[in-house]
T-cell receptor, first 111, second 112 residues
Framework: QKEVEQNSGPLSVPEGAIASLNCTYS??????FFWYRQYSGKSPELIMF????GDKEDGRFTAQLNKASQYVSLLIRDSQPSDSATYLC???????????FGKGTRLHILP | DTGVSQNPRHKITKRGQNVTFRCDPI?????LYWYRQTLGQGPEFLTY????????KSRLLSDRFSAERPKGSFSTLEIQRTEQGDSAMYLC??????????FGSGTRLTVV
């Protein structure tokens, strides 16, 4: 079982709709959870991090964490064509440890 | 300092040659990480430093790979006797404290 699993996609969402990206992780001791966005040919960019169960909102982005189910999700409201990218889910066991990345989900926003 | 700087941006080398990449982290960041990323995959951890100390090295990393961070400032990643399987994007990231990384633009290595 891989440490961080994501559906590779592509996930196609109409412009203006909500995009929902999901991720599961295997290490129940994981403490910190991250979402990175990566445009083609570019390096990953941190967009959200979450430590506690529940939701965390930042603008059009909401990260959701359910530690009991070992599940992390990212919701993007009012999707824009500029949101088309690969979204990487990442976790670490403690805040001083390395971050482990999933393979990423390709998101395509349809104009 | 506006971000993490990596040089060169692109490197094409012949199989069997040695290559060295450089990373300059954000100045106040004490932790520095190296990752490798191939097409369709997420970044794969290689090694990391806290200041000048190399704290962890991936078991996947062969002996042909070595990294240094003298004086806890910039870092270098060297690959000896390159192979075609080494072709990838090599990413450097730094951080301070509990938050996520800031990545550099990466060095794209092509071994021909």
């Amino acid at each position: 079982q891989k440490e961080v699993e994501q559906n590779s996609g592509p996930l196609s969402v109409p412009e203006g709709a909500i995009a929902s990206l999901n991720c599961t992780y295997s290490d129940r001791g994981s403490q910190s959870f991250f979402w990175y966005r990566q445009y083609s040919g570019k390096s990953p960019e941190l967009i959200m991090f979450i430590y506690s169960n529940g939701d965390k909102e930042d603008g059009r982005f909401t990260a959701q964490l359910n530690k009991a189910s070992q599940y992390v999700s990212l919701l993007i409201r009012d999707s824009q064509p500029s949101d088309s990218a690969t979204y990487l889910c990442a976790v670490n066991k403690n805040r001083d440890d390395k971050i482990i990345f999933g393979k990423g989900t390709r998101l395509h926003i349809l104009p | 300092d506006t971000g993490v700087s990596q040089n060169p941006r692109h490197k094409i080398t012949k199989r069997g040659q040695n290559v060295t990449f450089r990373c300059d982290p954000i100045s106040e960041h004490n932790r520095l990480y190296w990752y490798r990323q191939t097409l369709g995959q997420g970044p794969e951890f290689l090694t990391y430093f806290q200041n000048e100390a190399q704290l962890e090295k991936s078991r996947l990393l062969s002996d042909r790979f070595s990294a240094e961070r003298p004086k806890g400032s910039f870092s270098t990643l060297e690959i000896q006797r390159t192979e075609q399987g080494d072709s990838a994007m090599y990413l450097c990231a730094s951080k301070k404290g509990s938050y996520g990384y800031t990545f550099g633009s990466g060095t794209r290595l092509t071994v021909v």
